[in-house]
């Protein structure tokens, strides 16, 4: 009862919050409301006629949708990179900012999940997917596998930091032997979750662009990069606009991580590059039609080599010490190097995989207005959702939201 009740205040309290704030605060939600309602009423579009008001067709079926999708699994794969060093190797520069990571990849998670319902047209098949009611096809399916990971790492990483923040708010301090177990179980879930997304790609033997071995490293290491390199952004927002601190130690120790997976991605980019163009077959049709275009194709050629120029030159910024100790050279780093992978590995992996297609007809995809308004639907939906999370638990961390007896 007494649990209740507390949980009932912390309810009360986390209204109380999120519905209060600065103007900036306000403007800053209002402008998300904005864009999740505009992309509400382009979705009510895709509901009413389907995936033909898309630019997916028979020949590219996944597109804008699965390429944030992919994406997005690393950002909230990399909520590891805090996880680990805080809960189980006991670094205390990483604390402040771990709640702050695991409610990134909430977001991230929640956002995935909008994009595949996106993807396949609407809610009301769904079903399929579910156990008993559909046909869930578990342990055949990899599918099945990505539904379990992403699900089951969403749950961790609501767990957790709801027990830690339940504590605090009640002046408690968190137990070690509640949350380890499952801060454990998260490190090794979030590398699965990228890793099964990629054997979902790389078992597909029609596509031979992604029947890579680096694919899965590759989907780590790009995460590792890109996800701590948003978080940074974060904290450095966060840092700016609220009475919460984030140690510089914090930062320089995130940067460094952002600095070696960069470095790594950036090798086995080259590595890709060289199998494929070294001694080429016909099965490098795919990644000829990326780089370089492929009879007069060459929508994606722009996007691909503006990833690589924006990859490049973060990872020198960031690998030079003193140029990544400079907040604005770090902060415009991580943002190149957000934007890049971005792009490399949503446009840049998913729509080649299907050009030229299965009897070598070259059909090429162009978003349309309705997906870009669904995308910036979901991305809206997805920092609407974090600046609650981070409202909230800043609060209580700062010791402004305590439970009153």
């Not at 510089?248 to 090798?267: F, G, R, S, Y």
């Not at 016909?282 to 080599?305: C, K, M, Q, R």
Request: aromatic share 14%; net charge positive.
């Amino acid at each position: 009862m007494k649990r209740f009740k507390v949980f009932t205040s912390l309810i009360k309290d986390s209204v109380a919050v999120i519905t209060n704030g600065s103007l900036k605060y306000n403007i800053w939600m209002g402008f998300l409301t904005l864009i999740m309602l505009i992309g509400m009423y382009c979705y009510s579009f895709q509901l009413e006629e389907g995936l033909s008001v898309t630019g997916l067709s028979d020949h590219v079926s996944w597109g804008l949708y699965i390429s944030n999708f992919t994406f997005l699994v690393g950002v909230a794969a990399a909520a590891v990179i805090l996880v680990m060093p805080t809960y189980i190797l006991k670094d205390i520069d990483f604390k402040q900012a771990v709640l702050i990571g695991e409610g990134l990849a909430v977001s991230a998670l929640i956002m995935c999940l909008a994009f595949v319902v996106a993807d396949m047209g609407g809610p009301s098949v769904l079903w399929h997917m579910m156990p008993v009611i559909g046909v869930f096809n578990f342990p055949n399916s990899i599918l099945t596998w990505d539904v379990i990971a992403l699900n089951g790492y969403l749950f961790i990483n609501i767990s957790i930091p709801f027990y830690i923040l339940f504590r605090h708010y009640q002046g408690k301090e968190s137990k070690k032997k509640v949350y380890v177990p499952g801060a454990m179980l998260s490190v090794f879930w979030a590398v699965g979750i990228h890793l099964v997304t990629a054997f979902l790609y790389q078992g597909l033997q029609a596509r031979p662009f992604w029947n890579n071995a680096l694919l899965g490293p590759r989907f780590l290491a790009s995460a590792f990069a890109a996800g701590p390199a948003l978080i940074i952004l974060v904290l450095a927002v966060i840092k700016s606009f609220t009475e919460f601190k984030i140690p510089e130690k914090t930062l320089k120790k995130i940067a460094l991580v952002v600095t070696v997976a960069a470095q790594i991605n950036l090798i086995m980019l080259f590595s890709e590059l060289f199998k494929e163009f070294y001694a080429p077959t016909h099965h490098s049709e795919s990644a000829y039609y990326l780089f370089f275009g492929l009879d007069g194709n060459t929508a994606l050629v722009p996007w691909i080599w503006t990833a690589i120029t924006m990859n490049v030159l973060a990872t020198l910024l960031l690998t030079f010490h003193k140029l990544r100790s400079n907040p604005k050279v770090l902060y415009f780093s991580c943002m190149l190097l957000f934007i890049a992978i971005w792009i490399e590995k949503g446009f840049g992996l998913i729509v080649p995989g299907f050009i030229p297609g299965s009897y070598g007809d070259i059909v090429e995809y162009t978003p349309t207005g309705i997906e870009i308004g669904v995308t910036l639907g979901i991305w809206a939906l997805g920092a609407f959702v974090f600046t609650i999370l981070a409202k909230v638990a800043i609060q209580i961390e700062t010791g402004k939201m305590l439970f009153k007896k």
